[in-house]
């Protein structure tokens, strides 16, 4: 089975500061890893994946991940937050390559302040 | 890039009555498309996969009878809540990813649907 645990419901940082949404994950087999956020009333827009390629993954927006096997981890960071930051965001995995069954975190809402 | 798309955005109706909500993969082909269910300030939950041509696949502790679900073709699935009731009220989203193609699984990635909330009065 896999399941993901994201630490911090809620993480508030100052616009310009760094950005660190924490995820733990799961699984019984090599996983596939996802982070995706979701504004407000919104579906999900994928901002990046992890596929057992390079364990630095860049996406969109200027967002990084690091799959770190001996953590069981995939932490979510961005060296300096925008305002447009401000969103829910969830960490995901997959045992089926991300295109089949995925398993969410329970999401963590982050608050950018001016 | 995939792009799909749901229908209607928003949605009110009355205790007991049907409601359908529309899953469409505009521009890819998708074989299996997932419906999630989303409370609140909740994480995603998966209800069902739907297959094309055959049978939904239900997550335990959803009830098939509730939530009639129908992908009678590549690029459309849909939801019907049956005999809705207060406690459906929910944001139902849905996903499909295109069938693989070169470069493995790892770069099919699921593409979701900007939700359909559904309130039930």
């Known amino acids: 089975a896999q399941s993901v645990t994201q630490l911090g419901s809620h993480v508030s940082v100052s616009e310009g500061a760094l950005v660190l949404l924490r995820c733990n994950y799961s699984?019984?087999?090599?996983?596939?890893l996802f982070w995706y956020v979701q504004y407000p009333n919104q579906g999900l827009q994928l901002l990046l994946k992890y596929t057992s390629a390079a364990t630095l993954v860049k996406g969109i927006n200027g967002f990084e991940a690091e799959f770190k096997k001996s953590e069981t981890s995939f932490h979510l960071t961005k060296p300096s937050a925008h305002m447009s930051d401000a969103a829910e965001y969830f960490c995901a995995v997959s045992e089926w390559g991300g295109y089949q069954k995925v398993t969410f975190g329970i999401g963590t809402k982050l608050q950018v302040i001016p | 890039g995939a792009v799909v798309s749901q229908h209607p955005s928003w949605v009110i109706c009355k205790s007991g009555t049907s409601v359908k909500i529309e899953c469409r993969s505009l521009?890819?082909?998708?074989?299996?498309m997932f419906w999630y269910r989303q409370f609140p300030k909740q994480s995603l939950m998966l209800m069902a996969t739907?297959?094309?041509?055959?049978?939904?696949?239900?997550e335990q502790g959803v009830e098939k009878d509730k939530f009639l679900i129908n992908h009678a073709s590549l690029t459309l699935s849909t939801l019907t809540v049956t005999s809705a009731h207060p406690e459906d009220s929910s944001f139902y989203i849905c996903s499909a990813s295109p069938s693989l193609r070169a470069g493995g699984a790892g770069a099919n990635v699921l593409t979701f649907g900007a939700g359909s909330r559904l309130t039930v009065l």
């Open positions: 739907s297959n094309e041509g055959s049978k939904a696949t239900y």
């Open positions: 521009d890819f082909q998708a074989t299996t």
């Open positions: 699984s019984s087999v090599p996983p596939y």
